[in-house]
């Protein structure tokens, strides 16, 4: 099992900024952080949950939902075992709780953190 903590969420006004963080350990056995791709998704009141960014286990190659292409960017540390999202130029739309997401390489299993609440209005 993989425990994932987000923080970091809060309430900003449009065109803010925020930094989410999510801390990842396991205590049952050796933890090798860098294998695990590691997402960001978000779910609105009322809508699906949707994938907001990912980054694989390197770090090297990342994906964004379009719809934040510009204004997030996802970043990991490995020697830490923390991935981030950086949130600039806010939006209404972007409020959301937002969870932390890794998947297992040697399987199929995927492990979620609790969320964050991210909150955009004036």
């Known amino acids: 099992q993989v425990v994932l903590v987000e923080s970091g969420g809060g309430s900003v006004q449009p065109g803010g900024s925020l930094r989410l963080s999510c801390a990842a350990s396991?205590?049952?056995?050796?933890?090798?952080?860098?294998?695990?791709?590691m997402s960001w998704y978000r779910q609105a009141s009322g809508k699906e949950r949707e994938l907001v960014a990912k980054?694989?286990?390197?770090?090297?190659?990342?994906h964004y939902v379009d719809s934040v292409k510009g204004r997030f960017t996802i970043s990991r540390d490995n020697t830490k075992n923390m991935v981030y999202l950086q949130m600039s130029s806010l939006k209404p739309e972007d409020t959301a709780v937002y969870f932390c997401?890794?998947?297992?390489?040697?399987?199929?299993?995927?492990?979620w953190g609790q969320g964050t609440q991210v909150t955009v209005s004036s």
């Open positions: 997401q890794a998947q297992s390489p040697y399987g199929s299993s995927q492990y």
């Open positions: 396991r205590a049952a056995s050796r933890f090798t952080f860098s294998l695990y791709n």
């Open positions: 980054i694989i286990g390197a770090g090297n190659v990342k």
